[in-house]
């Protein structure tokens, strides 16, 4: 039996042609033949944090440049600071933001060790824009916060093989409530905009004692939850359900089908990300450093029309 | 899960831009042409259909719900139109030779060689379905909730079928 699953696991069906290298540009041309039916709908802006087997990568790859499961270490508290603002002769303005301990534009699950260095990051924020330059650093600043703990979410799993657990999911930062013998109580981290979510405002599971908790990094027991920290959860979802359309099925709403599987205490969200990822294109546009632009910088896209 | 990035390339698709829309399209042609070709077996219609994917998923992008991968969404598109195409044209897999050839040119050890062909000539002869739910969860990395959010069918379901799958590929392995 296992000898099939680790020929499974280790034989993936692929082909040898690759894509043409005109894959892209024949899908694009099919778009530009027809209108966007759904323009401005915009997705709900923040996603219920759910385990990526990709972020599991990035653990793996952690895990082995600790040593052992033991030595993995909560990253160091990234940072984002303003380092200066550009008047543009259109009326928009640059600003610059100097990142620690993040790569905030990395491809999603593709961090595989803290990187290292001050990353650079700009963006041209339209004029008239009801975006401040606070907001703009918050919502880097709040990105590289959700890396750090996704990275350590996917440590715990990969060392406790939660990712064999059917059902099994993540959750977002939650501030804790109360925490009983066997209960605890939360409610979503107080920087995340509600309106994007769809977690009830506070929710209560239970805590069986076979439960994984982590202090950041460091083993600890339920006991040491207390009410004010900072907590994401491993969760399994026992009911089966799944989306219908029309129809999100949340779990996490429903305490009587969560199984508790893992509790990390992490430090709290600092800032919003919700209002920077919702101006995104109508205020804001990131920008590249090049030497075609006399300003020294070129639009990675440009700002919807 | 999104990032910065992905966010800000979602966002300016909705907004009509294509450019943003390509690089999504970068990030993912693969996976999905990967799991077109576990299920049609056909190099040119896997092609055809991660294109159409694509493209489905630009007009309806509006209704992704970024509290799953945008991954899962493409898969879920792709699957649906890789076993339409099946029904359709009523293939079941015509080109185990050309397979096992594409497989031998990638792998030099003989005794591997034939590992390789004998466990895809008999994936390749699952049924549609179970070559679907064989390719999002052994190839894909998909966990068993994700594969009945992609193949719209209750967790149990996706556990018999890979179950009996693997009960075939057994009696096909023995």
Redesign the interface.
Known sequence: ?KD?EK???G???????P??AT??A???S???G?????????????????F??A?LVAAISFVVIGGSAAAITLWPQPTAIKTFTKELPSGNHIVGIDTTSCN??????GMQTVPAGIHHVYYEVKQGSTLTDEQVRN??QA?CEL?MD?NTISAMVHANHF?KV????STNVYTVNAAGNDSITVTPDSHYNSKNY?LQPSMTYKVSGDVKVQNESNPAQFGDIKTGDSVMMIVQ?TS????QPGA?W?SLNHPDVIKVLGIIKVPALTTSPDV??GA???QIV?LDPCTTSPTGFCRA??F?K | ????????L???S?????????EL???Y??AV??HC??IV?D?AA??DI??ET??RA????????????LSTWLFTISTNQCLSYIKKAKREVPSAGK?LE?IE??NPSPQKNA??AE??AA?ERLRPNYRAV??LY??Q?????EV??VM?V???SV?VWLKRA?EV??KE?A
């Open positions: 039996m099939l020929r499974l696991h034989h993936p069906a692929k082909p040898v042609k894509l043409t894959f892209n024949s899908v694009i099919e778009l530009k027809k209108p966007h039916t759904q323009m401005f709908n915009k997705p709900r802006a923040f996603a219920q944090r759910r990526s087997k972020s905030p534009i990395a491809a999603v699950g919502g880097i990105s890396d996704n990712d059917t059902g099994m999911q769809t979802d089966g359900k799944t989306d999100p949340n920077l990822y995104f294109a109508s990131r896209y440009d919807v | 899960m999104q990032n910065i990035q992905e966010a800000e979602i966002t300016q909705l907004n009509g831009d294509t450019h943003a829309f390509s399209v970068d990030r042609k693969n042409y990967y070709f576990a077996r190099e896997a092609e991660a294109q694509f493209v630009y007009y309806s992008l509006a209704k992704y719900n970024p509290d799953y991968r397979l594409n040119a990638r590992e390789h466990l895809h994936v064989i390719s052994y190839w990395g998909l966990n068993y909730a009945a959010q719209g209750p967790i149990n556990r693997k590929l057994r392995l």
